[in-house]
Structures are given as C-alpha cells and as structure tokens.
C-alpha cells in the first residue's frame, strides 16, 4: 500500500539534515573551519585600529620650524608634525630612523640659514629634502611643494594662480582625515575569506557524493533532484552564513548598519554556495576539488584585497562577482550604510549570486542525471 | 483486483514494453520487453555491458526511456515517477554509502525521504544480521556488512517491487546466502523482486525465471529448469571398473530416443563404480544462446 509522499520541504529538511551530520563528522573540514575561524579572528585583533595620517617632518635650522609649524595648523587636515634640528645632520640621523635617543621623521627639509632674508631678498636659495625609503612617492612630491610654498608664504608672495574654492577637488567620497584603519579595512576581507572556506568545505562534501554515487540513491526515492540541488545550496549558505556571523560576533564586528550587513553576507554565502555546486560537481577527487575551488575563488578576492590598497583597483575589478558583495560589506559594517544607500551594490551582488548558483545548480543537476 | 493485459492473472508488478536507450549514438538497450508478478523473482543475466544496469536506471526513474513504456504498479512510471519510487526498494551495485554516518543514520535518512514514520532501524538491522552493529559507523563496516545494509537500506519503505542489481557480488557465503534469504522473505511477502547478477548459480537458485540480456536485446525469458530442458544436454558420466583393474569413465548423452539403451551399454563390461547426472548448466545455455559468456 503506497503512504502519503513526503512534502518537498520535509525531503529538503532530510537532506540538508544528513548534509549538516557529515560535515560535523568530516573531522579536516571542522579543523580547517575553527582554525579559519581563530587565525581570522587573531588576524583582525592584530590589525592597527586606529589610521595615523599624520607626516612628521624635520627643519633645520630649528628656528624655521615654528614657521612651518604655524602653516601646518593653517591646514590642520595636512597632518604636518614638524621637529626642528640644530644642524643638517642631525636631521639626516633623525630621517635615516634617529638613532637611540632622538626623534625620527619621515621628511626632511634642511634650509640655509639665511634662508628667510634671501627669500625676502629674491636671492636663489637652495633646499635639500631628505626622505626615508619607506616614505610613498606621493609625499616626496608634496615635500617639495611644501618647501616652495614655505618661500612664498616668507616671502610674502602668493601663487599667480587662483584654485577654486581655495583647495584641490576630490571626485569621490574624500576620506582626508577619515581613513579606515587596517582593523576595518581588513574585516570585509576576513568574512569573505570565512564564506570561502566554508565553500570549499561543500564541494568537498558535493564531489564526494558524486565520487561515491550516493546521490543517485537519493534521486531513486521520492526526492528529485530539484530537492536534491535546493538542500546542498541551503547547507552551503547555511554553513557559510553562520561561519561568518560567528566571525562577526567574535571580532565584535556586528556594528554599523547591521541588516544590510547581514544581507551583504546572505549575497555572499549564496554566491560561494553556487561556486561550491560548479566545483563540486566538476572535481574528481578532493585534490581536484581544492584546485578547482581555489581556480574560482582567486579572482573573487581580487576586490577584497583591492579594499587593503585604496586606489589599486582597475575598472575591471568591479565587474567581478564578488565586488558588490565586498563593497556592500565595507559600506555597512565600516560606514554604517543601510540597504537603500547600498542598494546598487547590492543589486549586483545578488544578480551575481543568482547568476552564480544558477549555474552550479546545472552543473551538478547534469552530473546527477549522467551519474 | 485488475486483470493483466493477457488475462492470466493480476496485473503485473513490473511492466516493460518494448524499451529502448541509447548513449548518445550508441544503443544500450534495444526493445526489451518483460513482466515479473508480484511474489516473483526475475534474475536479469548478462555479461557486463549487456545493458542490465541501464534497464535498472529505466526502472528507477533515473533514466527515461528513448522509446517504449514501463509500468510499475499498474502505474505509468513517466507519469507518477515520484509516487513510485516511493513504493520501489533499490539496492545498487556500488556500495553508495555515507561512510561518516552510522548503520542506523543510513536507515533514518532514507526512512525520512520515504515518509516512513514508525521506522524501527533496530529490527530492519536485525533482519540482514547487522543489530550489533548499527551504531557503528559505516567506514569501519567490511564489504559484507555495506552490502547487508545495502539491502536493509532498500527496505525501510517495504517495498512492493525490489529492484537488487549485482547484490551479492563479491561476497563471502555466508553473507551471500544471508541476503539471498532476504530476498526469498520478500517474494514471499508478495514483492516483485528483480535482480541481475552474472552468478549463474544464484540465478537458478534464486529466480522462479531468468531472463538473458546481451547486448541491448533480450534472448530469453522462462523458468531455468525450462530454458536448461530446451536448450541445454543432459548427460551421464558412468565410471567402471574394467577386469584388468583399470577405470573407465564414459559420458552418455541422456537426450534422445535411445537413452536407455546407451546407457545401459555404458555400465557393461566391468564393475559399476558410479554414475553421476550432469544437468545442463545456466551459463551453457547462455553460451549457446548468445554465442559468448558471461564475464
């Protein structure tokens, strides 16, 4: 006598109960996903938390670093920190890393002595600007402006040239004097690194069952394959969610807009979940699995690497997968955004999640139905 | 209770009408036709490749024929697959087995995708020998206890059709001859039961009929004992003990008009030590059916 079929969630719910049994039992899988968990954890706690934007800069003779001083705070957001030095040496020492006892500064600008009354006069003066090795490209140039405009300013000379609204125009968001710091900028990078693992941690699951044949006992009883595809997504997600929610709360990172923040990681562990159905269905063996997942989720870290390095990311990056999920993070967590705000970026993502899964999902459908 | 198409009895368990598959341009199976009752056991004999597995595949559901129909239950498979597979009890023949999970998870899980609510894994176990060791989990389990949980697993729906591909290959006697009881308690309970094996043996002792399959197409489908009497030769061997001391050992053919005479004639001439009947064997018929064996 047949008995009542089973509804489609009770056979999604079977399934994705055995799923989550397997991976508990999977003992490389549980090690890699608490050690991902604490080395992430470490990681992050490490980071600096605060963002010092401030250059320390040397004069000598001493007596011009009063001058230089009082243009500093004229432009506080400059972050100019000037020390003064008796001799040209000592600001050598002190630029080279200062010694045991003195004072080190990135920059150095040692001035003639007469250097004000031969501005004054319009006599050549000849400055040097000493830089460390460490000390970016960017600000050697801006040293040399500095130099030039401390002339003009003792000179009482100003510049033949009007820039409007007294300053340089920043296109974008101008975060002068409100830089993240490392601790933030790094976080994004560590969930998404979390729903990674995870992701891996499902293909192995999936081309283990697809090495094993285990899937085609499933598909011979009332569960059909679209049961069979929706619970290994919901395990994927699941797992991959709950990982980096946990990462969250350990680094207390559950901060700024919190729902747009969950709906960023929601995008994400889908987007990894699709990726582990493609790799999965696709890998042989474990090794195979690895590679294949590891050849996927490269190019997705790219964006998330791009957030440690503001202004290194081409135009191409932003069509990757990954970027809206990573840019919906940072804005939420880091900026507080809510999901309207961050609403572009969060289209993308889930258009690419959808994209994404929906492309796993045939692959391991086809590997089911041939297996 | 419905009347089969030829009017002999019920309708039958398992139906298959003219049945074909290919992959891509290569045919596996090639219009095959068969029925098994309920209660019967149909042995599906083969060589590998033959296309049996295939047939299995068309059975269960994952493959749907290129061509023809099959009914299982008086039901269209294509129509109410879902519904069957819940009434259908799979064995595979590779051991498809979640080796993290326990013997009683397995049953569990597969109780759940079944609907089975009064589950008892604890007796299901016990039936294929394995009560002692259903929390065990199954990596630590020998090929003989896979393959009984292989079976206890296709059970825990009581089935109506069983459907045993290769179920005892492999095994040691004992675990062979404890599944090859499970399957009689099946039949006799009523479920069809079709199993493929190339073990011509377990066939003749298993199968009420036998059905011979190679390449795609099916050459035969009686009882054993019938396809052995058509197809096969019967013979004796006589071994007599000559005046001299020697001992002869003559073979007489027991098919034809003159068997008795032959055989008498075979037992002259010395002292009768013994004669041994030699039926014709499954796998000769086979042979000579299909002109190759079957490994």
Same mark, same amino acid.
């Given at each position: 006598?047949?008995?009542?079929?089973?509804?489609?969630?009770?056979?999604?719910?079977?399934?994705?109960?055995?799923?989550?049994?397997?991976?508990?039992?999977?003992?490389?899988w549980?090690?890699?996903?608490?050690?991902?968990? +604490?080395?992430?954890?470490?990681?992050?706690?490490?980071?600096?938390?605060?963002?010092?934007e401030? *250059?320390?800069?040397?004069?000598?003779?001493?007596?011009?670093?009063?001058?230089?001083?009082?243009?500093a705070?004229?432009?506080?957001?400059?972050?100019?920190?000037?020390?003064?030095?008796?001799?040209?040496?000592?600001?050598?020492?002190?630029?080279?890393?200062?010694g045991? @006892?003195?004072?080190?500064?990135?920059?150095?600008?040692?001035?003639?002595?007469?250097?004000?009354?031969?501005?004054?006069?319009?006599?050549d003066?000849?400055? !040097?600007?000493?830089?460390?090795?460490?000390?970016?490209?960017?600000?050697?140039?801006?040293?040399?402006?500095?130099?030039?405009?401390?002339?003009?300013?003792?000179?009482g =000379?100003?510049?033949?040239?009007?820039?409007?609204?007294?300053? +340089?125009?920043?296109?974008?968001?101008? !975060?002068?004097?409100?830089?993240?710091?490392?601790?933030?900028?790094?976080?994004?990078?560590?969930?998404?690194?979390v729903?990674?693992?995870?992701?891996?941690?499902l293909?192995?699951?999936?081309?283990?069952?697809?090495?094993?044949?285990?899937?085609?006992?499933?598909?011979?009883?009332?569960?059909? *394959?679209?049961?069979?595809?929706?619970?290994?997504?919901?395990?994927?997600?699941?797992?991959?969610?709950?990982?980096?929610?946990?990462?969250?709360l350990?680094?207390?990172?559950?901060?700024?807009?919190?729902?747009?923040?969950?709906?960023?990681?929601?995008l994400?562990?889908?987007?990894?979940?699709?990726?582990?159905?493609?790799?999965?269905?696709?890998?042989? @063996?474990?090794?195979?699995?690895?590679?294949?997942?590891?050849?996927?989720?490269?190019?997705?870290?790219?964006?998330?690497?791009?957030?440690?390095?503001?202004?290194?990311?081409s =135009?191409?990056?932003?069509?990757?997968?990954?970027?809206?999920?990573l840019?919906?993070?940072?804005?939420?967590?880091?900026?507080?955004?809510?999901?309207?705000?961050?609403?572009?970026?969060?289209?993308s993502? =889930?258009?690419?999640?959808?994209?994404?899964?929906?492309?796993?999902?045939?692959?391991?459908?086809?590997?089911? =139905?041939?297996? | 209770?419905?009347?089969?198409?030829?009017?002999?009895?019920?309708?039958?368990?398992?139906?298959?009408?003219?049945?074909?598959?290919?992959?891509?341009?290569?045919?596996?199976?090639?219009?095959?036709?068969?029925?098994?009752?309920? #209660?019967?056991?149909?042995?599906?004999?083969?060589?590998?490749?033959?296309?049996?597995?295939?047939?299995?595949?068309?059975?269960?559901?994952?493959?749907?024929?290129?061509? #023809?129909?099959?009914? %299982?239950? #008086?039901?269209?498979?294509?129509?109410?697959?879902?519904?069957?597979q819940?009434?259908?009890?799979?064995?595979?023949?590779?051991?498809? %087995?979640?080796?993290?999970?326990?013997?009683?998870?397995? &049953?569990?899980?597969?109780?759940?995708?079944h609907?089975v609510?009064?589950?008892?894994?604890?007796?299901?176990l016990?039936?294929?020998?394995?009560?002692?060791?259903?929390?065990?989990?199954?990596?630590?389990?020998?090929?003989?206890?896979?393959?009984?949980?292989?079976?206890?697993?296709?059970?825990?729906?009581?089935?109506?059709?069983?459907?045993?591909d290769?179920?005892?290959?492999?095994?040691?006697?004992?675990?062979?001859?404890?599944i090859?009881?499970?399957?009689?308690?099946q039949?006799?309970?009523?479920?069809?039961?079709?199993?493929?094996?190339?073990?011509?043996?377990?066939?003749?002792? &298993?199968?009420?009929?036998?059905?011979?399959?190679?390449? #795609?197409? %099916?050459? /035969?489908?009686?009882t054993?004992?019938?396809?052995?009497?058509?197809?096969?030769t019967?013979?004796?061997?006589?071994?007599?003990?000559?005046?001299?001391?020697?001992?002869?050992?003559?073979?007489?053919?027991?098919?034809?008009?003159?068997?008795?005479?032959?055989l008498?004639?075979?037992?002259?001439?010395?002292?009768? %030590?013994?004669?041994?009947?030699?039926?014709a064997?499954?796998? /000769?018929?086979?042979?000579?059916?299909?002109?190759?064996?079957?490994?």
């Amino acid at each position: 006598m047949s008995r009542p079929l089973p509804s489609r969630a009770a056979l999604v719910a079977a399934i994705v109960r055995k799923d989550l049994l397997e991976f508990s039992r999977d003992r490389l899988w549980v090690a890699l996903t608490t050690v991902a968990l +604490v080395m992430f954890a470490v990681v992050f706690w490490l980071m600096p938390d605060r963002v010092d934007e401030t *250059i320390r800069v040397g004069v000598a003779p001493a007596s011009l670093a009063s001058v230089l001083g009082q243009l500093a705070l004229e432009g506080a957001e400059i972050g100019l920190d000037v020390v003064g030095f008796e001799s040209e040496e000592a600001l050598r020492a002190a630029v080279m890393g200062g010694g045991e @006892d003195g004072p080190s500064v990135q920059v150095g600008l040692a001035l003639p002595d007469a250097f004000v009354l031969r501005v004054a006069t319009r006599q050549d003066v000849v400055v !040097r600007v000493y830089v460390g090795v460490t000390v970016p490209i960017e600000v050697r140039g801006a040293m040399t402006s500095v130099a030039r405009e401390l002339a003009f300013v003792l000179s009482g =000379a100003a510049f033949p040239v009007t820039l409007e609204g007294g300053d +340089v125009i920043v296109l974008g968001e101008d !975060r002068a004097g409100d830089q993240l710091p490392l601790r933030e900028r790094v976080r994004p990078l560590l969930v998404f690194f979390v729903l990674i693992t995870e992701s891996l941690a499902l293909a192995s699951l999936i081309s283990a069952e697809v090495a094993s044949r285990t899937l085609s006992a499933i598909v011979v009883t009332p569960a059909r *394959i679209t049961d069979l595809l929706t619970a290994k997504g919901l395990t994927g997600a699941l797992l991959a969610f709950s990982q980096g929610l946990l990462l969250l709360l350990i680094t207390r990172s559950l901060v700024g807009d919190v729902p747009a923040l969950l709906v960023a990681m929601l995008l994400g562990s889908v987007l990894v979940s699709g990726i582990a159905l493609l790799t999965g269905s696709s890998g042989r @063996d474990f090794m195979g699995t690895l590679f294949l997942g590891v050849a996927f989720l490269i190019p997705l870290m790219i964006p998330a690497i791009a957030l440690l390095f503001p202004g290194s990311a081409s =135009a191409w990056v932003q069509v990757l997968p990954s970027y809206g999920v990573l840019q919906a993070l940072v804005g939420a967590a880091s900026y507080g955004r809510g999901v309207v705000e961050l609403a572009p970026y969060l289209v993308s993502a =889930a258009a690419w999640a959808a994209a994404v899964f929906a492309l796993g999902w045939w692959a391991l459908a086809r590997k089911v =139905a041939t297996a | 209770m419905q009347q089969s198409r030829d009017g002999t009895g019920t309708t039958p368990a398992i139906s298959v009408q003219d049945v074909h598959f290919s992959y891509g341009s290569r045919p596996a199976v090639r219009g095959v036709s068969f029925d098994v009752a309920r #209660g019967e056991v149909l042995g599906f004999l083969g060589p590998n490749g033959a296309g049996k597995s295939t047939t299995i595949k068309m059975l269960t559901g994952q493959y749907r024929p290129a061509k #023809g129909r099959i009914e %299982l239950l #008086g039901e269209d498979l294509a129509t109410h697959r879902s519904a069957l597979q819940g009434r259908i009890g799979v064995c595979f023949e590779e051991k498809n %087995l979640y080796p993290t999970l326990s013997g009683v998870e397995h &049953l569990r899980f597969f109780a759940r995708l079944h609907g089975v609510r009064d589950l008892d894994p604890g007796a299901l176990l016990a039936r294929v020998g394995l009560e002692t060791r259903g929390r065990d989990r199954v990596a630590g389990y020998s090929k003989g206890m896979r393959q009984r949980l292989m079976i206890a697993r296709a059970l825990v729906n009581d089935p109506e059709v069983l459907i045993l591909d290769e179920p005892s290959d492999g095994l040691d006697p004992v675990s062979a001859q404890a599944i090859r009881s499970v399957i009689r308690e099946q039949a006799e309970r009523g479920c069809a039961v079709l199993i493929t094996t190339h073990d011509m043996w377990e066939a003749d002792a &298993l199968a009420d009929r036998v059905a011979f399959i190679h390449d #795609g197409r %099916l050459y /035969a489908l009686d009882t054993p004992e019938r396809l052995k009497l058509a197809h096969g030769t019967r013979s004796a061997r006589v071994r007599v003990r000559r005046e001299d001391g020697a001992v002869d050992e003559r073979v007489v053919e027991l098919d034809g008009e003159d068997m008795g005479r032959r055989l008498a004639e075979a037992t002259v001439g010395g002292e009768l %030590l013994t004669i041994h009947t030699d039926e014709a064997t499954l796998e /000769a018929v086979f042979v000579q059916m299909t002109g190759r064996g079957l490994t």
